[in-house]
């Protein structure tokens, strides 16, 4: 999980960089973002969590993202959030903020996703 964890950041480094340069998602970056989306769904799976059906709107831990910039700045927030969440935990353990974090940071790269 701290290798998916450690990935899902990089991406979302990555992504922030390009949203610096512009404001749209490349090819590139569509891929970067489905890959991180991946990631990070496998990691709240390990978690043994789901989708808490709350909205992007509903998340109280994030101000809801106004532009694509906004957006890619938030996702590397959470992302690096759940990696020193998963760094505290144990494989063995059950993790509420870190499966929390997994949420958001699907809800912020389906919010990039629709932005296009």
């Known amino acids: ?5 450690e990935s899902a950041v990089k991406l979302a480094e990555e992504l922030e960089l390009a949203a610096a340069e512009k404001d749209i998602l490349s090819a590139s970056d569509r891929k970067k973002l489905d890959d991180l989306e991946r990631l ?25 993202p106004n532009s694509f910039r906004d957006a890619a700045s938030a996702l590397k927030e959470i992302t690096v959030k759940l990696f020193e969440e998963l760094k ?4 063995f ?18 919010f990039l996703k629709i932005r296009r």
Do not use: C, H, K, P
């Open 1 to 5: 999980m701290l290798q998916r964890a």
């Open 93 to 110: 353990s059950i993790s509420a903020v870190a499966i929390r974090s997994t949420n958001t940071a699907l809800r912020i790269a389906r």
């Open 88 to 91: 505290q935990t144990s494989r």
């Open 40 to 64: 990070v769904t496998r990691i709240r799976r390990d978690l043994g969590g789901g989708n808490d059906g709350l909205s992007l709107d509903d998340d109280e831990e994030i101000e809801s």
